[in-house]
């Protein structure tokens, strides 16, 4: 999973080169909050229940989203050295994180409840649609984001890839919807505009003429 590449971008293509890629490393990091949610949830379950990890959960999915959105304008914006090079080459892990996160956000959701009826219910209402409009959105990304399925679908690849654009808008909508103080979504939301309003402005300064 992974915003699209064009131009001078470096390709989302196979990770061939067995590098310093810190992967382990990279993804030791990445479990430190869902461990860090878990670790409070079983040690202080009164006071850190279903409400705080079902917050906790959604706000580094989404997080992570963000972050794996801002590679591309942050490697036009300084170009290509060796951060952004491992950036790209990485962003996938991002985006599957983020998935990752969302899962383990919606499981939770789904314990709490305890009832198809009841989430059947609640899934009518715009606040939690946006919220499975977005998880639907992440799936296929999310089994896509490996080498074969690069190598397989070639240019169909980056296509598809683009789903993370309105997967990140329905993400942000339904944080705007179902967050006590919406205030902190709306500034997410500005993040996210500013993220975008960059990338589109660099691609297009670095057009080819
Ligand atoms: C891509 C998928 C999703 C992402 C990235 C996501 C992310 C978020 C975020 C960032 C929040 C706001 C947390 C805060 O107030 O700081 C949130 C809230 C919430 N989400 Fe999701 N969400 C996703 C899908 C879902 C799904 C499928 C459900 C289940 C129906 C769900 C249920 C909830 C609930 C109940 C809240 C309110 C939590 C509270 O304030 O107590 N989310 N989500």
Redesign the pocket.
């Given at each position: 999973m992974g915003s699209s590449s064009q131009g001078s971008e470096i390709r989302p293509g196979p990770v061939t080169k067995r590098g310093p890629s810190a992967r382990p490393l990279l993804w030791l990091i990445l479990a430190l909050p869902g461990l860090w949610i878990g670790w409070r949830w079983t040690m202080t379950p009164d006071a850190y229940g279903?409400?705080?990890a079902?917050?906790?959960?959604?706000?580094?999915?989404?997080?992570l989203?963000l972050g794996t959105l801002a590679v591309t304008p942050l490697r036009l914006a300084i170009g290509t050295n060796p951060f952004t090079r491992w950036l790209l080459l990485r962003r996938r892990d991002l985006g599957v994180a983020?998935?990752a996160?969302?899962?383990g956000?919606?499981v939770i959701?789904?314990a709490?409840?305890a009832s198809l009826a009841k989430?059947v219910e609640?899934?009518g209402g715009a606040?939690?649609?946006?919220?499975?409009?977005?998880?639907a959105?992440?799936v296929p990304l999310a089994v896509t984001s490996n080498d074969v399925s690069v190598r397989r679908l070639k240019r169909a690849w980056k296509r598809l890839h683009r789903l993370v654009y309105p997967?990140a808008v329905?993400?942000?909508v339904?944080?705007a919807l179902?967050?006590?103080?919406p205030f902190?979504?709306y500034a997410?939301i500005a993040i996210l505009a500013a993220i975008e309003g960059a990338r589109i402005a660099l691609q297009y300064r670095q057009r080819p003429i």
């Open positions: 279903f409400g705080h079902v917050k906790d959960s959604g706000d580094w999915a989404a997080w989203l983020s998935f996160y969302a899962a956000h919606t959701y789904l709490d409840k989430v609640e899934a606040d939690l649609l946006t919220g499975w409009l977005a998880l959105l992440f997967a329905l993400v942000f339904h944080w179902t967050a006590f103080d902190v979504a997410h």
